[in-house]
Each structure stands twice: as structure tokens, then as C-alpha cells.
């Protein structure tokens, strides 16, 4: 079986006019569904680069990158574009979340754009809806949303960042049942805030990871008696 993503020596360069610097170096990592990955580590170490990398939104200059067993090394753009449409969910930039409208009311309209039709929406909208909880946070809508394009893999770069730590609380939780059948990955500087939730702990310094570690999340049995 591959992995969902599986990166080989994996290097990504910025270039300007005549300086190159990096954006992370020589990453070798294999993903899987079911995993809740958290990417951690200091500011300027290569996280949100890495996690675009993974999510198709930049390019890499080195390596191998394998999307569900897909050699990705001849991808032009629409390649990307295609790949990013059905695998990934990127809860907190790729939504258009509509924040006037109530989560099924986002949930809806993003099954609308995605072409599902229409008696098949009905049926569904409940059960995403009820992943969530039917919080109203804005965040909380944008992974419903997120859930809707049904994406094995789900992306967030920072998805607590200026939320109370309740809120913060709720979103790790929704982060961690959903990830029983899909790969999640975040990014965060605030490793103790996603600690009890994650499967998987990878910390990166200097653009290159340095630490990359399985965990027994503490929240593991809570959320499996539903
Ligand atoms: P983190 O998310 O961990 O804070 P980044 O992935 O944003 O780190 O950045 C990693 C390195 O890549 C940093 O040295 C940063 O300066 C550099 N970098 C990131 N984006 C760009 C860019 N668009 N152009 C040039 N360098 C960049
Ligand atoms: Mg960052």
C-alpha cells in the first residue's frame, strides 16, 4: 500500500535576483489517513512552506513528492489544480465561507460548487453538520466546509490562532475526530495546545525536521464511544 503523501529528499528554494534562500531541505516524510500530524517548531523554520509543498500550493526544487501513489515530478499547474479540487481541504484559506450564512447554509452552497446533486446534498448535510456540532464559530463553519468537498486530506496553517483557548479546545477536538478517516495536518507554533489531539508530532528548525515523533493522543478514547 503507499502513502497518502510520501515525500523523498525533499527540498524547497526561494529564488530572487541573485540571492536563494530555503524554504526547508532534504524532508523525507510519509503520511497516512488517520493520522493528525501537527508540524511545529520556531518561526521561520519551514512549517507553512512545508505544508504548502504538501498541499500543492508551491512548488519544490529537489526530490520526490508522491500524492496517493502519483508521481508528481511532471505536475504543471492544472496538474496542482486537480490535485488540490480532490484531495485537499485547506480549512483556513482555500474556504469561501460565507459568514452571514448558518453552517448548513455553508455546507449547502459548497456542495452546490462542488456539482453534487441535489438529493444527494440533502442526505449528507446532517451528518457534516453534526461532525462539527453545530457550533457557531466561524472556524468550526469553515471546517464543515471544508468536510463537504469531502477531501481525504485536510490542511491548516495556524487554525487556532487568535481564538480563546475554548474555542481553540473545540477545534483541535473537531481536527482530531475527523482525522480518524482522513489525514490532517496543521501547522502551529503552540504545540501544547494541539498536544492532547495529535497522533504525530513533527518539529522542524532551521527548514529541516529534526524530530518526528508518533503519539498516543490522550483524547483518543473520548471521541470513539460516539
Ligand atoms: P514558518 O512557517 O515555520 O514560520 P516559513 O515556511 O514561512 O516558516 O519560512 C521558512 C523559510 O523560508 C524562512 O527562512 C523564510 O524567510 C523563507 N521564506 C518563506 N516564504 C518565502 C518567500 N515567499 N520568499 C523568500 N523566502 C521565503
Ligand atoms: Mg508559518
Redesign the pocket.
Known amino acids: 500500500m503507499s502513502h497518502m503523501i510520501e515525500l523523498h529528499n525533499v527540498s ?1 528554494f ?1 529564488s ?1 535576483k541573485d540571492t536563494v ?4 531541505s532534504k524532508v523525507d516524510l510519509n503520511l497516512d489517513m488517520g493520522e493528525f500530524v501537527v ?1 511545529t ?12 509543498v504538501i498541499s500543492g500550493l508551491d512548488s519544490y526544487e529537489e526530490g520526490e513528492l508522491f500524492i496517493a501513489g502519483e508521481d508528481t515530478s511532471g505536475y504543471r499547474t492544472e496538474d496542482y489544480e486537480r490535485y488540490r479540487k480532490k484531495y485537499i481541504g485547506n480549512i483556513f484559506q482555500d474556504f469561501n465561507l460565507v459568514n452571514s450564512y448558518t453552517v448548513y447554509q455553508n455546507v449547502e452552497l459548497s456542495m452546490m460548487l462542488s456539482g453534487m446533486p441535489r438529493s444527494e446534498q440533502k442526505q449528507n448535510i446532517p451528518e457534516y453538520i453534526e461532525m462539527v456540532d453545530m457550533t457557531a464559530y466561524t472556524k468550526t463553519k469553515a471546517i464543515a466546509r471544508a468536510l463537504a468537498k469531502n477531501a481525504p486530506v485536510i490542511v491548516a ?1 495556524e487554525p487556532t490562532g487568535n481564538l480563546d483557548s475554548a474555542s481553540a479546545e473545540k477545534v483541535m477536538e473537531t481536527l482530531h475526530r475527523i482525522s480518524k478517516d482522513r489525514l490532517v495536518v496543521i ?1 502551529t ?1 503552540n504545540y501544547e495546545q494541539a498536544a492532547p489531539y495529535v497522533t504525530r508530532k513533527i518539529t ?1 528548525h532551521d ?1 529541516r525536521i529534526i524530530e518526528d515523533k508518533k503519539i498516543q493522543p490522550a483524547a483518543g478514547d473520548l471521541s470513539d464511544d460516539e
Not at 21 to 24: A, C, D, M, P, V
Not at 41 to 52: D, P, Q, V, W, Y
Open positions: 524547497k526561494y530572487n534562500s530555503t524554504g526547508f508540524i517548531g520556531e518561526s521561520g523554520s519551514g512549517k507553512s512552506t512545508l505544508l504548502n496553517d501547522v507554533h522542524m527548514g
